[in-house]
């Protein structure tokens, strides 16, 4: 476990404009950081890929050091990020299959963003409910919604559609579709932080 | 390979990556080299560990307002004797600067060698 409070005292330092904070940084995050990222993407990359991404995560830190806030987070977290973004835009550019975008997926919303966040994502919907079904969708509201949902349909109306609740006022069917989304997304989570777990 | 020796083997690759960027040392010693960072060359000649110049070429350039005082900070924290790793910096910068003033054409030049078939140079 690396020292948080080590690695705020290298930010500081960098922040300070010491020459030596930069390789003390790579000598303390560098492997350990790369070692992380292959464990979520896997053999999607090769471990020089993982390096690069990773060297190329530190020195994008250390040019603009400011950028962190360390009140917010860690400088680990930080950098593992920085690279983990890259990592997803290289797979994704690489045209990986539809299999291993759903993997993307994943990564993507295991650090919090959600679907309506991540526009450039093309979700496979159907391949998502096929292999988790059980885990997502109680009813036929639930299926309805959830392809409504990985599709990033933004209007209530037409879940409200889906789920036969235009006959209610518009307040209530917000209210509804509302209780039926956060349900979705909760399962959503809770599967994302099961397959980070695996 | 051990976990050390993989860790080595990752940093040795950043400071091949970063020795284009001349925000950090690496860019120095990789001038030194000619087109590419070679830690042997650049160990041998500082007289120190490889895993040294690797831990130097990872740090930032030293500062211009305090060029003394960071090069002896970078050459405690690497392990490399101050005085050698002063005056390769300053053999490294004359280096660039001979290559950036079209020295580089006549650095050339006076290494041919006409037995070896190069041309003479017109005089």
């Known amino acids: 476990m690396i020292d948080r409070a080590r690695l705020d005292r290298i930010h500081e330092r960098v922040v300070a404009g010491e020459p030596t904070a930069s390789a003390e940084l790579f000598v303390l995050v560098h492997h350990p950081i790369a070692a992380t990222l292959r464990k979520r993407v896997g053999t999607l990359l090769s471990w020089e890929e993982a390096c690069d991404l990773v060297t190329d995560a530190i020195v994008a830190y250390l040019k603009a050091p400011t ?42 919303s295991a650090d919090g963003n ?17 292999k988790h079904h ?26 409200a559609t889906v789920l036969g609740l235009t006959g209610l006022p518009g307040s209530e069917q917000q209210r509804e579709v ?19 777990e695996q | 390979m051990s976990n050390e020796a993989t860790a080595l083997s990752a940093l040795m690759r950043a400071a091949a990556r970063v020795s284009h960027d001349e925000t950090f040392v690496a860019a120095t010693f990789r001038e030194w080299c000619g087109d590419t960072l070679d830690v042997d060359a650049v160990a041998t000649e500082l007289g120190c560990e ?64 006409p037995e070896d078939g190069g041309e003479e140079p017109e005089s």
């Open chain 1, 178 to 196: 509302k209780v039926r989304k956060d349900r979705i997304e909760l399962r959503l989570k809770r599967l994302r932080d099961d397959l980070d």
């Open chain 1, 114 to 130: 959600t679907v309506e966040e991540t526009p450039n994502v093309k979700l496979d919907a159907e391949r998502i409910m096929a």
């Open chain 2, 50 to 113: 490889a895993s040294a110049v690797v831990r130097a070429a990872l740090c930032t350039s030293p500062r211009a307002e305090s060029f003394g005082a960071d090069v002896q900070a970078i050459a405690k924290a690497s392990g490399i004797a101050p005085e050698r790793l002063i005056a390769f910096l300053r053999e490294a910068a004359s280096i660039a600067a001979f290559r950036s003033g079209n020295g580089g054409q006549l650095l050339a030049a006076a290494r041919d060698n």
């Open chain 1, 67 to 108: 950028k962190f806030d360390p009140a917010r987070a860690g400088l680990f977290g930080y950098v593992l990020m920085i690279a983990k973004g890259d990592a997803l835009n290289l797979l994704r550019d690489r045209g990986v299959n539809e299999k291993n975008r759903e993997r993307f997926v994943e990564l993507l």
């Open chain 1, 134 to 159: 059980r885990e997502l969708i109680r009813d036929d509201g639930d299926e309805a919604v959830l392809r409504l949902y990985l599709d990033g349909e933004k209007e209530t109306s037409a879940y």
